[in-house]
């Protein structure tokens, strides 16, 4: 049996996660609820993401659902619980490029790296990958080269 | 106690004056990829060793560089590029090192200026880089030229740490560029610097709880 997510969110009470996929056989799209037992603001959200990705009655399922996607679903619930609200999660994903990373707690941090790991894992190269080669080299230097705009107000350090 | 920092094994930095030890560091901002770089070279290689109360990680490997064995020890922050300083001895005895900025962010680009500004109060002729991080994510930057450290002959390199491009290549020429710059002090200039920094380290021998402390309550957070 092959399922295939399309979409998913949350459901605060009772705590759950809530995934939309399509059945490949009969092409229907459903709704499943798995319920979050056993998390509360004071748990590991990283640990509880794996746990219920590893839930022998969701892995199915959940196969094709990013773990990063699971752990952001799990610091929405746990924000809740402290009585943040969602605005308040969401931006606290949403990435800026100006704004200065080094500012933020380890907290927050990690929320921003979860966010820039969706790319990382859509990008990434890996050791089991039939195609890796572990020294991978490009020449980037001989492409004629426009000056970067980020130079412009050049200071003395540049 | 200068004990207190050299109790500790893995911290005492003599050893980095031994020929096959090689210490490396890298610099900047947080999130830049400086541990997926780290990460992607060592593969399953990469055992980081955490010193939580130093905010710094350290990762232990093994290179052959021309027909010599080293042991090199790469040095990562652990939090402590938050306060946009490291304590001295991060740089201490550092023989090469890795800058790194995010080519989707401007303004860790702009703050490499300050961090090669520290590496030099510390360390004013150890060969050091600066990696564009995060290609993968828009090809295109790589068409861009960026000048920072041109004026000072600094190679450059676009990499990434999540496809692999030029990682292997950036952390081996600069594993050789710190065994070369070890074995030959490059002048007269260099010999002049070595002395100067061995002066400076018998004076400071002497207070080194008094840095210990001020490491200390300067970030509590770190503990
Ligand atoms: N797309 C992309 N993302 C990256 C790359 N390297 C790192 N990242 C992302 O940037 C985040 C921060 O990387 P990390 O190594 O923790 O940064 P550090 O704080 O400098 O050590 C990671 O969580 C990844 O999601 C890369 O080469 N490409
Ligand atoms: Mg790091």
Not at chain 1, 121 to 149: A, H
Not at chain 2, 133 to 151: C, H, M, P, Q, Y
Request: charged content about 35%; hydrophobic content about 35%; some cysteine.
């Amino acid at each position: 049996m092959s399922y295939e997510a399309k979409r998913c969110g949350v459901q605060f009470s009772p705590p759950s996660i809530v995934l939309f996929y399509e059945d490949k056989e009969t092409k229907h799209v459903r709704k499943r609820v798995m319920p979050v037992r056993n998390f509360s603001k004071y748990s590991d959200y990283s640990m509880a993401a794996e746990r219920l990705k590893n839930n022998p009655r969701h892995r199915d399922y959940l196969e094709n659902v990013p773990q990063s996607q699971l752990e952001k679903l799990h610091i929405i619930l746990r924000d809740h619980m402290e009585g943040l609200s969602l605005e308040h999660s969401l931006a606290s994903f949403r990435l800026d490029p100006d704004e200065d990373l080094n500012k933020l707690d380890d907290d927050e941090l990690a929320r921003k790296k979860g966010q820039m790991d969706e790319l990382f894992e859509k990008n990434r190269r890996r050791k089991d990958d039939p195609d890796f080669v572990y020294d991978v080299e490009m020449d980037f230097g001989k492409t004629t080269q426009e000056k970067c705009s980020w130079d412009e107000e050049s200071d003395d350090g540049f | 106690m200068a004990g207190d920092i050299g109790s500790i094994p893995e911290l005492d930095q003599k050893k980095y004056d031994s020929d096959e030890q090689v210490k490396i560091i890298c610099l900047g901002d947080s999130a830049v990829g400086k541990s997926k770089l780290m990460e992607r070279f060592l593969m399953d290689e990469y055992r980081p060793q955490q010193l939580s109360t130093y905010a710094l990680t350290l990762y232990k490997h093994t290179a052959t560089v021309g027909n010599k064995t080293v042991a090199v020890d790469f040095w990562d922050t652990a939090g402590q590029e938050r306060f946009q300083s490291m304590h001295p001895s991060y740089y201490h005895k550092a023989h090469a090192c890795i800058m790194v900025f995010d080519v989707q962010r401007k303004i860790t680009y702009k703050n490499l200026a300050g961090w090669y500004k520290e590496l030099r109060e510390y360390r004013p002729e150890i060969p050091c880089c600066v990696v564009a991080n995060k290609i993968d994510a828009d090809l295109k930057v790589t068409e861009r030229s960026f000048n920072f450290g041109k004026k000072q002959g600094l190679p450059f390199y676009f990499v990434s740490a999540a496809d692999g491009t030029n990682v292997v290549k950036m952390f081996r020429e600069m594993m050789k560029r710190a065994v070369d710059y070890k074995q030959n002090p490059s002048d007269f200039m260099d010999e002049v610097m070595q002395e100067l920094e061995n002066f400076d380290l018998e004076k400071k021998e002497g207070n080194s709880e008094a840095d210990e402390d001020a490491l200390k309550a300067e970030s509590p957070e770190v503990v």
